[in-house]
């Protein structure tokens, strides 16, 4: 028997009799044993940066930047310690603000900002949502050498003191998330969105998942970060149990580095061989809808070593009860992916034309879509699956069905990946 993750729960399933399987997770890593104590003693020892509350006083404006309901963040402990520490300076609640960074995604729901921060945080502080199209609530940051179009939050910008909590896991455009990228994408402008998920960043070579050294994004956001006034970070690494296992808070570029590190004993791990089936778990709230959760695949497909064969199968197992997602960019996603069977054309046209924030992962599943397949196993909205040309399949034994039959035969090599958001795959072994 064997399991991944399927909503808040899991998903329990037996591999058929001429299959063979091999399972892969992230490496396993201590977890912290306190971690309020771990954030605590992060904040009264930052790196490369004076302690929080030795950089601020009473009368300053203050923004601090979270992440969004789709990112495992724990924020509810993060945002009130960083909040402790504003109050012990002196800084009144009436001048602090706390910026949901939603990116372009949906805004976030007053439930889900409670489930992020707390009830007594969204009681007490000023939360808001950012907005990327809202012009008049964007700061203009000019361009980077590159040609990158940089702007940040209004209010962000404004602030006598930026701050910004993040996660450290792998992301298939910065290498890494965390460091900047709460606050260069998830309150940045359209117009920098849409860049730097455009087709000649994705198509980047330097633009790949775990690599966070000469990548044009993470030079982007890294810049946007800088200009905006970035000036404090308190992130962490988790475990494939959302168990923190680093948690570091300082100067911004210095704090993402450790990070990284730490994230890289976690998360890069080895193949023996290609594998015909990849089954990709995903996991709560990233498969909430197929446009995150259609990111377990591609974050398999992109990896350093490549993982499955050409014309092979994805398996991805995800209820999707918001169908593409409710957001302007899983709109825009939606749009494009519709109607369209042939993805190399679409590929074509779009690397032609380019195409709005948000439609990125329509170039990013028609790369995936083109060279493999992706069933959708569980899905709540299995039409939806069928318009972003994936499959859908009511189990798994529906799934390793299709699966035999879109390859031509049974015996296959399956890998199971229960974490696949959490795996990256960098190298061979035996």
């Given at each position: 028997?064997?399991?991944?993750?399927?909503?808040?729960?899991?998903?329990?399933?037996?591999?058929?009799?001429?299959?063979?399987?091999?399972?892969?997770?992230?490496?396993?890593v201590k977890p912290v044993a306190d971690v309020e104590k771990a954030i605590v003693e992060a904040l009264?020892?930052?790196?490369?940066?004076?302690?929080?509350?030795?950089?601020?006083?009473?009368?300053?404006?203050?923004?601090?930047?979270?992440?969004?309901?789709?990112?495992?963040?724990?924020?509810?402990?993060?945002?009130?310690?960083?909040?402790?520490?504003?109050?012990?300076?002196g800084v009144r609640d009436g001048d602090v603000t706390l910026i949901c960074g939603t990116g372009l995604h949906r805004p976030s729901t007053r439930e889900e900002k409670i489930i992020?921060?707390?009830?007594?945080?969204?009681?007490?502080?000023?939360?808001?949502d950012h907005e990327a199209?809202?012009?008049?609530?964007?700061?203009?940051?000019?361009?980077?050498?590159?040609?990158?179009?940089?702007?940040?939050?209004r209010i962000a910008y404004e602030a006598d003191l930026l701050i910004a909590t993040g996660i450290v896991e792998p992301h298939q455009y910065a290498g890494y998330s965390?460091?900047?990228?709460?606050?260069?994408?998830?309150?940045?402008?359209?117009?920098?969105?849409?860049?730097?998920?455009?087709p000649q960043m994705?198509?980047?070579?330097?633009?790949?998942?775990?690599?966070?050294?000469?990548n044009l994004f993470q030079d982007a956001i890294r810049e946007a970060a800088q200009r905006?006034?970035?000036?404090?970070?308190?992130?962490v690494v988790q475990d494939d149990q959302k168990r923190p296992v680093a948690i570091r808070a300082g100067e911004p570029e210095a704090t993402f580095g450790e990070l990284v590190k730490a994230a890289r004993e976690l998360y890069e791990v080895s193949i023996q061989q290609q594998y015909d089936v990849v089954v990709a778990g995903v996991g709560f709230p990233k498969d909430l809808n197929i446009y995150q959760a259609s990111r377990a695949a591609s974050q398999?497909?992109?990896?350093?070593?490549?993982?499955?064969?050409?014309?092979?199968?994805?398996?991805?197992?995800?209820?999707?009860?918001?169908?593409?997602?409710?957001?302007?960019?899983?709109?825009?996603?939606?749009?494009?992916?519709?109607?369209?069977?042939?993805?190399?054309?679409?590929?074509?046209?779009?690397?032609?034309?380019?195409?709005?924030?948000?439609?990125?992962?329509?170039?990013?599943?028609?790369?995936?879509?083109?060279?493999?397949?992706?069933?959708?196993?569980?899905?709540?909205?299995?039409?939806?699956?069928?318009?972003?040309?994936?499959?859908?399949?009511?189990?798994?034994?529906e799934a390793f069905e299709i699966a035999a039959s879109k390859i031509g035969r049974s015996d296959l090599d399956v890998l199971i990946v229960p974490k696949a958001l959490l795996t990256v795959v960098v190298g061979r072994r035996g």
């Open positions: 028997m064997y399991r991944v993750p399927f909503g808040k729960d899991h998903l329990d399933f037996e591999l058929p009799a001429n299959m063979s399987c091999n399972y892969l997770t992230p490496r396993w009264a020892s930052p790196i490369n940066s004076l302690p929080l509350r030795r950089m601020t006083k009473q009368g300053a404006a203050v923004c601090i930047v979270f992440t969004d309901i789709t990112r495992d963040s724990p924020d509810r402990l993060l945002v009130p310690a960083l909040l402790a520490e504003l109050e012990a300076a992020k921060l707390g009830q007594a945080v969204v009681d007490r502080y000023r939360v808001v199209t809202n012009r008049e609530g964007i700061k203009d940051l000019g361009k980077t050498e590159k040609g990158v179009p940089l702007s940040v939050n965390g460091g900047a990228k709460t606050l260069a994408i998830g309150a940045a402008g359209e117009p920098m969105i849409a860049h730097t998920h455009g994705v198509d980047h070579p330097g633009t790949r998942l775990g690599k966070i050294e000469q905006a006034g970035l000036s404090f970070i308190l992130n398999i497909f992109f990896a350093p070593t490549p993982v499955v064969k050409k014309g092979g199968v994805f398996i991805v197992p995800a209820p999707t009860p918001e169908g593409a997602g409710r957001g302007l960019g899983e709109q825009r996603f939606l749009k494009l992916m519709q109607n369209r069977v042939e993805m190399s054309n679409l590929l074509a046209t779009l690397r032609r034309t380019g195409y709005p924030p948000g439609a990125q992962r329509a170039f990013i599943m028609a790369k995936v879509l083109e060279k493999t397949h992706v069933i959708i196993v569980g899905t709540e909205t299995p039409e939806m699956v069928r318009r972003l040309q994936m499959i859908p399949a009511a189990n798994m034994d």
